[in-house]
């Protein structure tokens, strides 16, 4: 579920058989990215919408040298469904 609070995009995943969904990431119009990991929270930077990609399942974060920072997957969404979603990422990051 993808929520647009103007400012950021914020997408949440649910696991099959869990009851509530998670935050997934959220995209800051700034470039911010934080994503949810294992880990704790992963906080990259964007510069441009050339740095939101979609590879298989995953919704990809690069640098301006097309080096991966990060990605997230996204397998249960169909792949025009995640190519969109990195196609308003891409044009939340570039509208400032």
């Given amino acids: 579920m993808l929520v647009d609070f103007g400012d950021r995009y914020v ?42 990609t979609v590879i298989g399942d995953y919704v990809r974060f690069s640098d301006p040298h097309g080096t991966d920072m990060v990605r997230v997957a996204m397998p249960w969404i169909e792949p025009e469904d995640r190519r969109e979603l990195a196609r308003r990422i891409g044009q939340l990051i570039d509208r400032t």
């Fill in 11 to 52: 997408v949440y995943t649910r696991a099959l058989f869990r009851d509530r969904a998670k935050r997934a990431f959220v995209v800051f119009d700034d470039g911010r990215v934080e994503v949810a990991t294992p880990r704790g929270i992963e906080q990259v930077q964007v510069t441009s919408k050339y740095g939101v």
